[in-house]
């Protein structure tokens, strides 16, 4: 007997309902008023990954009253906390006491009858991650590293974002419980935005002069010369550069330290990184012509995720990508390998003789994000298929679209 519930706060209230001034319920009456499935998860952060991946999620899947889908990142320990709870997932856990709080779970999990799911997004290996990345020190030693293996081979499965990240994670780590979730895009934060007219239009205004917008962090800079300069856009650099007068180059979060001249002179026009509630209407305000997501060859890069093309083909806005497995969801006709390639395909996609095309492919590009929305039941329908269902389970019909 697990005894009286430990979730009742002072004002009466518990996961499950309202209770004002009502006695605190014992868990077989909790049991009763939880009338849809629990699934509990531990989120790493509350900016980009943990919306991604865990907090957009569980906005819909709350919303279809398949299941309640609470997170946290409060260690919860005492087992009366996990009754009627289908799923536990854990993201991005690699400290020591996070690996001991994963090991408590895994005790109590026969017990509660819950499965648990380690989620990640990113390659948390040092040796994989380039040193001009701002973010490797957090990753860069060994307790990091042994922990994530650890943790990740106590779960039951793992969840990532892409075909080359789940193979990479099978290799580092030997768990072969891996399951590809792409990052779907929630209609209610990009995808109402476009505006058709306003697309023709600002091509119009701009036909002299288009804009062709980077967007990124930071993260992709060598801004302590740790690479001698080569990073996410040392190639394409000089090119940029060299085409300032020809395009109107904008840049949202940071910007290339070699190219900061150009920005103090306003040559280059530069806006700072925006919150999550703010970054969509910011893009689209911008009316920008051309989007780039330039990329260096490696493992870190080959397991990200193509979002940055798909929130481009939200707004209408075709998108240039670096030609590697990370973006093969976007023609071939909109990738690129070296920095004459790139300028051959902006020359191209943004010569005014060229407009009807232009104006023609917005509809497919369109329709490529409609394809990856959040909302659509495909999509929220994988997620809740790895909450609900077992690794390798036959009834995962939507999940195999990924494989």
């Known amino acids: 007997m697990l005894g009286p519930s430990p979730f009742t706060s002072p004002f009466g209230v518990s996961p499950f309902g309202t209770h004002h001034n009502k006695p605190e319920p014992t868990a077989p009456e909790l049991?009763?008023?939880?009338?849809?499935?629990?699934?509990?998860n531990f989120v790493a952060d509350y900016s980009g990954c943990g919306h991604w991946r865990v907090l957009?999620?569980?906005?819909?899947?709350?919303?279809?009253?398949?299941?309640?889908s609470q997170s946290t990142t409060a260690m919860v320990a005492d087992p009366r906390w996990y009754q009627g709870v289908k799923c536990v997932k854990v993201q991005r856990q690699c400290s020591t006491p996070q690996k001991e709080f994963v090991e408590h779970l895994k005790k109590i999990?026969?017990?509660?009858?819950f499965k648990i799911i380690y989620e990640v997004d990113d390659v948390v290996f040092r040796e994989e991650i380039p040193d001009y990345n701002k973010f490797k020190p957090a990753f860069d030693n060994d307790e990091v590293r042994s922990n994530c293996i650890d943790i990740i081979n106590l779960c039951d499965e793992v969840t990532v974002t892409c075909?080359?990240?789940?193979?990479?994670?099978?290799?580092?780590?030997?768990?072969q419980e891996i399951t590809v979730v792409p990052n779907f895009l929630p209609q209610f934060w990009m995808g109402n935005l476009f505006d058709g007219k306003q697309v023709a239009r600002s091509h119009e205004v701009n036909k002299r002069k288009p804009r062709v917008l980077y967007t990124?962090?930071?993260?992709?800079y060598d801004v302590?010369?740790?690479?001698?300069?080569?990073d996410d856009l040392s190639h394409v650099r000089d090119y940029i550069r060299s085409t300032v007068n020809k395009y109107q180059w904008v840049f949202v979060g940071a910007f290339p330290p070699q190219l900061v001249d150009l920005v103090q002179s306003r040559e280059i026009e530069f806006h700072p990184w925006q919150n999550l509630l703010e970054y969509p209407g910011k893009i689209a305000s911008l009316n920008v012509q051309l989007m780039i997501a330039p990329l260096e060859v490696n493992n870190f890069?080959?397991?990200?995720s193509d979002i940055k093309f798909i929130e481009a083909c939200a707004l209408g806005i075709p998108c240039l990508c670096q030609d590697m497995c990370t973006y093969s969801t976007a023609p071939s006709d909109l990738r690129f390998g070296t920095s004459e390639e790139l300028s051959d395909k902006i020359d191209t996609i943004l010569a005014w003789k060229n407009r009807s095309k232009y104006y023609g492919n917005i509809s497919k590009l369109r329709a490529i994000a409609d394809d990856r929305l959040l909302e659509d039941p495909r999509n929220i329908g994988a997620f809740i298929e790895t909450l609900r269902t077992p690794y390798g389970d036959p009834s995962r019909k939507l999940l195999s679209r990924f494989e």
């Open 109 to 113: 999990q026969n017990e509660m009858g």
């Open 56 to 68: 957009w999620p569980e906005l819909i899947i709350n919303s279809t009253g398949v299941g309640l």
């Open 163 to 175: 075909p080359f990240m789940r193979d990479l994670y099978r290799e580092k780590t030997g768990k």
């Open 216 to 220: 990124g962090s930071g993260a992709h």
């Open 31 to 40: 049991q009763k008023e939880a009338t849809a499935e629990r699934y509990v």
């Open 301 to 304: 890069n080959r397991a990200k």
């Open 224 to 230: 302590d010369n740790k690479t001698g300069g080569k």
